[in-house]
């Protein structure tokens, strides 16, 4: 069993940053990929960036490529998504996600590949 206990999520006026947090229960937090997701009202959830379980390859969604890093403490047992040059377009509650499999090769976009998530925290960028 896996919890993940997402923070740093408020509101931000647009060109302006926030820093999400993931701290995942656990002890094999090093194993697996880890994702963030968002969802928008009336919108389907979307893929917004990968980390591997090492850290050493990341995946972006094109919408935030270049303005959002997504990095990863395994020592720490947490995942970040810094995110910087907000606009109003980012407005979602935001997702932390663990992958279901144990040292993936690759990082996946796809929802369904993911198995244990957080409760969400609200972002909202104002104009």
């Known amino acids: 069993q896996v919890q993940l206990v997402e923070s740093g999520g408020g509101l931000a006026q647009a060109g302006g940053s926030l820093r999400l947090s993931c701290a995942a229960s656990?002890?094999?937090?090093?194993?697996?990929?880890m994702g963030w997701f968002r969802q928008a009202p009336g919108k389907e959830r979307e893929f917004v960036a990968a980390i591997r379980w090492s850290g050493g390859s990341t995946a972006y969604a094109d919408s935030v490529k270049g303005r959002f890093t997504i990095s990863r403490d395994n020592a720490k047992n947490t995942m970040y998504l810094q995110m910087a040059n907000l606009i109003p377009e980012d407005t979602a509650v935001y997702y932390c996600?663990?992958?279901?499999?144990?040292?993936?090769?690759?990082?996946?976009?796809?929802?369904?590949?993911?198995?244990?998530w957080g409760q969400g925290t609200q972002v909202t960028v104002s104009s």
């Open positions: 656990g002890r094999t937090f090093s194993s697996y990929a």
């Open positions: 996600a663990k992958d279901r499999s144990t040292y993936r090769a690759g990082l996946t976009q796809r929802v369904h590949e993911y198995d244990y």
